[in-house]
């Protein structure tokens, strides 16, 4: 599809607390996979419940974000889940305060004040790229989401360069084949725009659930299994205190930093992870995304 020229507008998100917009746009999460920052992170998503598409040029001001919104989709709606996805929607001096309790994390902050994690766009977009990056490298995923975007969803042109967003569920409904897909996702990815459509993939609805309670609805769906379900529920939804132990990179992160001569059990990381409350997925992420530059410098 060709890149969308719609009309923009602009909204502003206060942040609270440290706050790095580069540090968000390079951590490469997902589809991500910036490898320069020049000033501006490049979004392009449906928008969360809507038939609809937005693109959106985020520029750090200061104290804020400054966004650039393409498309005509309402604009507290747009800047909600901008907020969502580049962790702007929570207070960054509280976890700065949980950092500074904890030795390691006090060293992973003070390495990169401004860090926190990027999301995907939705729990709609973290399914599908589930589907499209099952048994296959990152590297080849996110050429594949680029094409089917490209092909069947809303490209737009956002300050120089262009977005391409994934279709939307009802077009996803209507595609029984794409190359380098193999045959079984297709119905994988029509059960996921099902379950998009009746509500079944709404932030609100999953973020009401107690964590366990929906990953286990999420397993649900065909090609979603343990792992991925996590993946949903924690870096979709925008949570900010889940701890998944099935997480080895995790794991590996914990015993590096931590010093421990092996890797740490599922109980282990529980019972350290208890003082990053209530961060425990900023800390998660930021011990692996940040920990390893530490590791470098040692």
Known sequence: MSAETPPTRTAVIALRGPYDLREVALMGFGHRDETSFDGVMRLAFRVD????????????????????????????????QVARVVSADHDGDAWAAVCAA???????????????????????????WAVLSARRSRVQAIALRRRFSEAHGV??????RTEAALPAPQRLLEIDGFPGLPA???PRLHAIATASLDGSLDVDRLTGMA??????ALQRLPGIGPFYSALIVIRACG??????????????????????????????LERIAERWR????????ALRAVGSRLALAS
């Open 49 to 80: 419940g809507l038939d609809d598409h937005a693109g959106v040029e985020v520029r750090q001001r200061g104290g804020e974000l400054e966004l650039t919104v393409h498309g005509d989709a309402p604009l507290d709606a747009v800047s909600r």
């Open 102 to 128: 904890d030795p390691v994390l006090e060293r992973v902050h003070a390495a990169a004040p401004g860090f926190r994690p990027s999301n995907f766009y939705s729990p709609y977009e973290a399914a599908v």
């Open 155 to 160: 490209v737009f042109s956002l300050a120089g």
């Open 184 to 186: 079984d996702r297709i």
């Open 211 to 216: 964590p366990a309670e929906a990953t286990a």
């Open 239 to 268: 949570l900010t205190d889940v701890l998944s132990t099935e997480e080895g990179h995790t794991r590996e992160a914990v015993r590096a930093l931590y010093g421990l001569d092996h890797e740490p059990s599922g109980p282990e």
């Open 278 to 285: 209530p961060f425990r997925t900023w800390a998660a992420v």
